[in-house]
């Protein structure tokens, strides 16, 4: 049941009325209800089964942990101290480590299984494909994978792993934190939550707030319009040049690329809109996913700009871990001594980002494609950019150029734009074979004149539905740029009645009479759906 459909909206009629209806104590075991009978309408009913013994193997090792930490305190209260209290201390942190190692590990384990296993099968296959082998070595086995495994895994993870250090509560109602980790809306696309700053409020009473619904209804409205009237047409074009890359070489590839970057984005971050102000309108806040990623004026900036809260769980969860190992501090203080201070430091951290990158290519999928299209290429990019910004610096101030100045900023969002576009060329195309290809296709063939000659309106869009595109891409411009600056929802609500209320039907009437749906027509899932 995707949440573009008539039957979703229906369903989040209902709920919504029934949220507001129940008592406040009511409402969270509602939305449990709803979250368990989205995931069985969603397809194979069946898979609920793996994010149930995800949040039960959390849970029993959230328990243990509290238990384990109120069991050495009761010790260390009797013994009071010295050697035997030290011996205590250490026998219960090896026991809360290995109860961590161990969640930690099922948790993994099942997520490898279900998105992973073929990860072997396509690296063979895909290095058959980059020499050119038309041979398929092996037939990957294909499994069955849950809806919004790698979201509900990370952030259960997460909060385990607070427990562990204290820094979260430990939740002692199992269907709680079964909310917590299944609740529907996050399921589909994220946002990643922390528990310690989101949990909570999936249990406290929610009253009926008339400008909180609507806010949400209107941030809705707004992913709708991202999703259906900009993503499923792009979406068009996209599909027609990757899918016959061979027929449409030189400037075909570079624009289809560009489309995709923008699909990728009204998709992704429509969906975020339209979960948000779901839950927005339920009274629960959800962490902000994007801050207009297309503005970055390098590759690391656009990363604190797009899938926010997949970045920060990376950094919080795996790049600090990574940089305080053994390993890493050894090669900290050797790199030192042999690189100096500043260098030697400068790249331990450097190998450090490269697991944290190689590891957000690998949570994007089992291919390398996504290792190289979400990960190492945006880690070369990085590491670059670290290296060259020095004598960059050097170089502009000798030639007095402003290097705050509006136009180098804007050099610099033009080729951070340029080089991501690169990186989701590897994420669209069908392998890092075919990846290769289109771009040995874009660089060879020179044929600018299909940008004026009508050639582009052959791929899936005719001159009326380029126009509505190209229209809506200026409206999605226009608000992001105002959003910059003020908050336009509050503006709106500033305004006349008449007025905003013209603003809001003009919109709601944008997504009806030219949203991508209805029969004969089926909007595709949201592509970050699959991860």
Same mark, same amino acid.
């Given at each position: 049941?995707?949440?573009?459909?008539?039957?979703?909206?229906?369903?989040?009629?209902?709920?919504?009325?029934?949220?507001?209806?129940?008592?406040?104590?009511?409402?969270?075991?509602l939305l449990l209800v709803c979250s368990v009978a989205y995931y069985l309408l969603s397809g194979n009913g069946m898979l609920i089964?793996?994010?149930?013994?995800?949040?039960?193997?959390?849970?029993?090792?959230?328990?243990?942990?509290?238990?384990?930490?109120?069991?050495?305190?009761?010790?260390?209260?009797?013994?009071?101290?010295?050697?035997?209290?030290?011996?205590?201390?250490?026998?219960?942190?090896?026991?809360?480590?290995?109860?961590?190692?161990?969640?930690?590990?099922?948790?993994?384990?099942?997520?490898?299984?279900?998105?992973?296993?073929?990860?072997? /099968?396509?690296?063979? *296959?895909?290095?058959?494909?980059?020499?050119?082998?038309?041979?398929?070595?092996?037939?990957?086995?294909?499994?069955?994978?849950?809806?919004?495994?790698?979201?509900?895994?990370?952030?259960?993870? &997460?909060?385990?792993?607070?427990?562990?250090?204290? /820094?979260?509560?430990?939740?002692?109602?199992?269907?709680?934190?079964?909310?917590?980790?299944?609740?529907?809306?996050?399921?589909?696309?994220?946002?990643?939550?922390?528990?310690?700053?989101?949990?909570?409020? !999936?249990?406290?009473?929610?009253?009926?707030?008339?400008?909180?619904?609507?806010?949400?209804?209107?941030?809705?409205?707004?992913? !709708?319009?991202?999703?259906?009237?900009?993503?499923?047409?792009?979406?068009?074009?996209?599909? #027609?040049?990757?899918?016959?890359? %061979? *027929?449409?070489?030189?400037?075909?590839?570079?624009?289809?690329?560009?489309?995709?970057?923008?699909?990728?984005?009204?998709?992704?971050?429509?969906?975020?809109?339209?979960? /948000?102000?779901?839950?927005?309108?339920?009274?629960?806040?959800?962490?902000?996913?994007?801050?207009?990623?297309?503005f970055a004026g390098s590759i690391a900036e656009y990363w604190r700009r797009w899938h926010i809260t997949l970045g920060v769980w990376?950094?919080?969860?795996?790049?600090?871990?990574?940089?305080?190992?053994?390993?890493?501090?050894?090669?900290?203080?050797?790199?030192?001594?042999?690189?100096?201070?500043?260098?030697?430091?400068?790249?331990? #951290?450097?190998?450090?980002?490269?697991?944290?990158?190689?590891?957000?290519?690998?949570?994007?999928?089992?291919?390398?494609?996504?290792?190289?299209?979400?990960?190492?290429?945006?880690?070369?990019?990085?590491?670059?950019?670290?290296?060259?910004?020095?004598?960059?610096?050097?170089?502009?101030?000798?030639?007095?150029?402003? %290097?705050?100045?509006?136009?180098?900023?804007?050099?610099?969002?033009?080729? #951070?734009?340029?080089?991501?576009?690169?990186? *989701?060329?590897? !994420?669209?195309?069908?392998?890092?074979?075919?990846?290769?290809?289109?771009?040995?296709?874009?660089?060879?063939?020179?044929?600018?004149?299909?940008?004026?000659? &009508?050639?582009?309106?052959?791929?899936?869009? *005719?001159?009326?539905?380029?126009?509505?595109?190209?229209?809506?891409?200026?409206?999605?411009?226009?608000?992001?740029?105002?959003?910059?600056?003020?908050?336009?929802?509050?503006?709106?609500?500033?305004?006349?009645?008449?007025?905003?209320?013209?603003?809001?039907?003009?919109?709601?009437?944008?997504?009806?009479?030219?949203?991508?749906?209805?029969? &004969?027509?089926?909007?595709?899932?949201?592509?970050?759906?699959?991860?």
């Amino acid at each position: 049941m995707g949440i573009t459909s008539f039957y979703f909206l229906c369903f989040f009629a209902i709920l919504l009325i029934l949220y507001y209806v129940l008592p406040g104590r009511m409402q969270w075991g509602l939305l449990l209800v709803c979250s368990v009978a989205y995931y069985l309408l969603s397809g194979n009913g069946m898979l609920i089964v793996y994010p149930v013994v995800s949040v039960t193997v959390c849970y029993a090792g959230i328990r243990l942990l509290a238990a384990s930490s109120g069991q050495e305190n009761k010790q260390e209260s009797k013994r009071g101290g010295g050697q035997e209290n030290k011996q205590g201390t250490g026998q219960g942190d090896r026991r809360r480590r290995m109860i961590l190692i161990m969640t930690i590990l099922v948790n993994v384990g099942v997520l490898v299984v279900l998105k992973y296993v073929n990860f072997g /099968i396509y690296t063979i *296959d895909g290095i058959a494909r980059l020499f050119g082998s038309s041979d398929e070595l092996i037939k990957s086995v294909d499994f069955l994978i849950p809806l919004g495994v790698s979201f509900y895994t990370f952030s259960l993870l &997460g909060y385990v792993v607070d427990v562990y250090y204290g /820094i979260a509560e430990p939740q002692t109602n199992y269907f709680k934190l079964m909310l917590y980790g299944m609740y529907f809306p996050v399921i589909i696309s994220g946002p990643i939550l922390k528990y310690r700053e989101h949990g909570e409020q !999936f249990f406290v009473p929610h009253p009926f707030d008339y400008r909180r619904v609507t806010r949400g209804l209107q941030r809705m409205l707004w992913g !709708f319009f991202k999703k259906l009237v900009i993503a499923e047409r792009l979406g068009m074009l996209v599909d #027609t040049v990757y899918g016959g890359y %061979a *027929d449409y070489p030189g400037a075909f590839i570079w624009v289809a690329t560009a489309c995709y970057a923008f699909q990728l984005y009204t998709d992704f971050s429509g969906c975020m809109d339209i979960v /948000i102000g779901m839950s927005e309108s339920f009274g629960i806040l959800l962490p902000e996913n994007f801050q207009m990623p297309f503005f970055a004026g390098s590759i690391a900036e656009y990363w604190r700009r797009w899938h926010i809260t997949l970045g920060v769980w990376m950094k919080e969860y795996v790049f600090y871990p990574v940089l305080r190992t053994k390993f890493f501090t050894n090669l900290n203080q050797s790199w030192k001594n042999k690189f100096g201070k500043k260098r030697g430091k400068q790249y331990a #951290t450097f190998a450090a980002m490269f697991v944290l990158w190689l590891t957000v290519g690998i949570w994007h999928g089992g291919d390398w494609k996504f290792v190289i299209g979400s990960g190492l290429l945006h880690w070369f990019y990085i590491v670059m950019e670290e290296l060259l910004a020095p004598p960059c610096a050097r170089l502009m101030d000798k030639w007095h150029i402003d %290097a705050g100045g509006r136009a180098v900023r804007a050099i610099r969002v033009v080729r #951070t734009f340029f080089l991501v576009c690169i990186g *989701d060329l590897f !994420f669209r195309a069908a392998s890092v074979g075919d990846a290769f290809a289109m771009l040995r296709g874009a660089v060879t063939v020179w044929n600018p004149s299909v940008l004026w000659d &009508g050639s582009l309106l052959d791929l899936g869009l *005719d001159l009326i539905e380029t126009v509505i595109v190209i229209a809506a891409l200026l409206v999605l411009y226009a608000v992001s740029i105002a959003q910059n600056k003020y908050s336009v929802r509050d503006r709106i609500a500033g305004k006349a009645l008449v007025l905003r209320w013209a603003v809001w039907y003009a919109l709601l009437f944008a997504v009806i009479l030219l949203g991508c749906y209805g029969p &004969g027509y089926s909007a595709g899932e949201f592509i970050y759906q699959g991860f």
